[in-house]
């Protein structure tokens, strides 16, 4: 399964503030220029009505919007994480293997647990639909498939709140009508290019001379248009290993050298780190703080412990220690701050070791 949230900055907005819901909702990252200079992130429904979409400049979407109750926010990337990451939770917990892919999407090998069998796997995709939306206040899509290329094809073709499944002997029919422009990889130019072949549908693709492509597009990328055009794919979910390190950063409101300023923004960027250690079952051994001067300049400074923790208070004093400390030696001012951990374990390791060690004589 590919499971993808709807448009997904937008919708934590709305949650965050319902009364939004039924305008146009655009996200924007604010390049900070002018007042209107940067690009739209991403928009609700409503706002896609009027043609605005992710990657288009603000002031275009003003224009398209103009005389609409429209609602603009500027996009709050540590929010959505937050959502995100508890979503992702509840989709791990569906799947016998988990990959995710970016903010708001990820896979499902539910291959083992449904027995291959779509009819179990249609109720899976619900059960996961209502989950995210009674635990989390999202919708999502959900593609399925006997393969990640067509789950993610499945997922696309059905938006919002939908659920598509492609049955192994429906896939050639569910893929031939499409724009080759649905294929991963195929972007603008490659789109043009097949063009000129006369390739426009995956159908066509399918049926055009796999050594024409190769001689078009070089071998990998030739067999790969020809395998993806057919629906094969067997490339498999893959549980990504463990971060090697958790990090935020941010920018302060005016440079500074305000240790509590500092500090304030630091334990809140910390509190966030915290949560995502938690999600991913993890313990730090060291503590980094980030600070980026006015100049430009980078400065760092560590702390590693003897054992490894979980604990916030800890990360806190640590980040504190080191600020003060820095802010001792140093006479610059502070335009971004930013922590981190690392030297990071798996709970869970860590209680087999000590399982281990001591015998398992309860
Ligand atoms: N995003 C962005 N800039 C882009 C594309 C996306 O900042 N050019 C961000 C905002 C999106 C999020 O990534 O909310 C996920 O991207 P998607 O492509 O999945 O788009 P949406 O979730 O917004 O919409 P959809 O309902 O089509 O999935
Ligand atoms: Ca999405
Ligand atoms: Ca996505």
């Given at each position: 399964?590919?499971?993808?949230?709807?448009?997904?900055?937008?919708q934590c907005e709305e949650r965050r503030n319902p009364a939004i819901k039924d305008k146009p909702v655009v996200v924007c990252v604010y390049s900070g220029?002018?007042?209107?200079?940067?690009?739209?992130?991403?928009?609700?429904?409503?706002?896609?009505?009027?043609?605005?979409?992710?990657?288009?400049?603000?002031?275009?979407?003003?224009?398209?919007?103009?005389?609409?109750?429209?609602?603009?926010?500027?996009?709050?990337?540590?929010?959505?994480?937050?959502?995100?990451?508890?979503?992702?939770?509840?989709?791990?917990?569906?799947?016998d293997r988990f990959e995710q892919v970016g903010i708001d999407e990820a896979y499902l090998d539910v291959t083992q647990r449904t027995k291959r069998n779509?009819?179990?796997?249609?109720?899976?995709?619900?059960?996961?639909?209502?989950?995210?939306?009674?635990?989390?206040?999202?919708?999502?899509?959900?593609?399925?498939?006997?393969?990640?290329?067509?789950?993610?094809?499945?997922?696309?073709?059905?938006?919002?709140?939908?659920?598509?499944?492609?049955?192994?002997?429906?896939?050639?029919?569910?893929?031939?009508?499409?724009?080759?422009?649905?294929?991963?990889?195929?972007?603008?130019?490659?789109?043009?290019?097949?063009?000129?072949?006369?390739?426009?549908?995956?159908g066509q693709l399918a049926r055009f001379d796999v050594q024409r492509l190769i001689e078009v597009f070089g071998r990998k990328l030739g067999t790969y248009?020809?395998?993806?055009?057919?629906?094969?794919?067997?490339?498999?979910?893959?549980?990504?290993?463990?971060?090697?390190?958790?990090?935020?950063?941010?920018?302060?409101?005016?440079?500074?050298?305000?240790?509590?300023?500092?500090?304030?923004?630091?334990?809140?960027?910390?509190?966030?780190?915290?949560?995502?250690?938690?999600?991913?079952?993890?313990?730090?051994?060291?503590?980094?703080?980030?600070?980026?001067?006015?100049?430009?300049?980078?400065?760092?400074?560590?702390?590693?412990?003897?054992?490894?923790?979980?604990?916030?208070?800890?990360?806190?004093?640590?980040?504190?220690?080191?600020?003060?400390?820095?802010?001792?030696?140093?006479?610059?001012?502070?335009?971004?701050?930013?922590?981190?951990?690392?030297?990071?374990?798996?709970?869970?390791?860590?209680?087999?070791?000590?399982?281990?060690?001591?015998?398992?004589?309860?």
């Amino acid at each position: 399964m590919l499971v993808d949230l709807d448009y997904f900055y937008a919708q934590c907005e709305e949650r965050r503030n319902p009364a939004i819901k039924d305008k146009p909702v655009v996200v924007c990252v604010y390049s900070g220029r002018t007042e209107d200079s940067g690009a739209v992130s991403t928009a609700n429904y409503v706002a896609r009505k009027y043609g605005v979409k992710s990657g288009i400049p603000i002031s275009l979407a003003k224009m398209k919007l103009k005389d609409v109750d429209a609602v603009f926010l500027p996009v709050d990337k540590e929010f959505y994480r937050e959502v995100s990451d508890k979503i992702m939770e509840i989709l791990r917990s569906h799947a016998d293997r988990f990959e995710q892919v970016g903010i708001d999407e990820a896979y499902l090998d539910v291959t083992q647990r449904t027995k291959r069998n779509y009819p179990e796997a249609e109720k899976l995709a619900e059960t996961i639909k209502d989950d995210v939306l009674i635990q989390q206040k999202l919708t999502c899509s959900i593609g399925v498939g006997p393969n990640k290329l067509v789950a993610k094809i499945a997922a696309d073709i059905q938006k919002p709140n939908g659920l598509t499944l492609v049955r192994p002997e429906e896939v050639e029919s569910f893929l031939s009508p499409l724009p080759v422009r649905r294929l991963v990889g195929v972007g603008k130019k490659t789109e043009k290019k097949l063009e000129t072949l006369g390739v426009r549908t995956v159908g066509q693709l399918a049926r055009f001379d796999v050594q024409r492509l190769i001689e078009v597009f070089g071998r990998k990328l030739g067999t790969y248009f020809h395998n993806a055009s057919l629906g094969i794919d067997d490339e498999p979910v893959q549980e990504r290993s463990e971060p090697e390190s958790v990090s935020r950063i941010s920018t302060l409101k005016e440079d500074t050298r305000d240790l509590a300023v500092i500090l304030d923004e630091a334990y809140r960027l910390c509190g966030n780190v915290h949560a995502r250690l938690l999600n991913l079952g993890l313990l730090y051994r060291s503590v980094s703080i980030y600070l980026v001067a006015g100049d430009l300049s980078v400065h760092s400074r560590s702390k590693t412990f003897e054992n490894p923790t979980s604990d916030l208070e800890t990360f806190k004093k640590t980040v504190k220690e080191l600020y003060e400390k820095f802010l001792g030696e140093s006479d610059v001012e502070a335009r971004r701050v930013g922590v981190k951990v690392s030297n990071l374990t798996k709970k869970e390791e860590l209680q087999k070791q000590i399982t281990n060690f001591f015998g398992d004589s309860k």
